[in-house]
């Protein structure tokens, strides 16, 4: 989470009250809210918050602070789960809400191999 940035505040309080979210100071994320959780950055902290938000399960969204970062976002998220917005809180690629990389995905001892029938 990125402070003193007044855009990012700005940004940060525009999708708090669109997605009715709340500041997330659990996981140290930007924004909770139903759809998922936010993280704003500017588009010289891209890839920060995507190497963040890689940690996170369930929908994720990386959120621009301008207009302008809107592409850099898209370049750097392509082929990811994780969604991208504006910084009006439009959600301009959505997430990939699919199975889950991570221990629960598995076979229940760290193996990910796809499951064939016999």
């Known amino acids: 989470m990125t402070s003193g940035n007044k855009a990012h505040s700005t940004t940060v309080n525009r999708i708090v009250r669109r997605y009715s979210g709340r500041p997330g100071l659990d996981l140290r ?4 809210a139903p759809e998922g959780i936010i993280e704003v950055e500017t588009e010289a902290t891209i890839p920060r918050g995507i190497r963040h938000l890689k940690t996170l399960r369930g929908p994720v969204f990386l959120a ?11 370049r750097a998220t392509d082929g990811s789960r994780i969604g991208v917005m504006d910084p ?9 809400i699919g199975p889950r990389r991570g221990p629960s995905a598995g076979n229940g001892n760290g193996n990910h191999r796809r499951q064939t029938g016999v």
Do not use: F
Request: glycine content about 4%.
């Open 29 to 32: 994320v930007d924004v909770e």
């Open 64 to 74: 621009v602070t301008n207009k302008e970062a809107l592409p850099a976002a898209l």
């Open 88 to 96: 009006q809180g439009n959600i301009v690629k959505a997430p990939e």
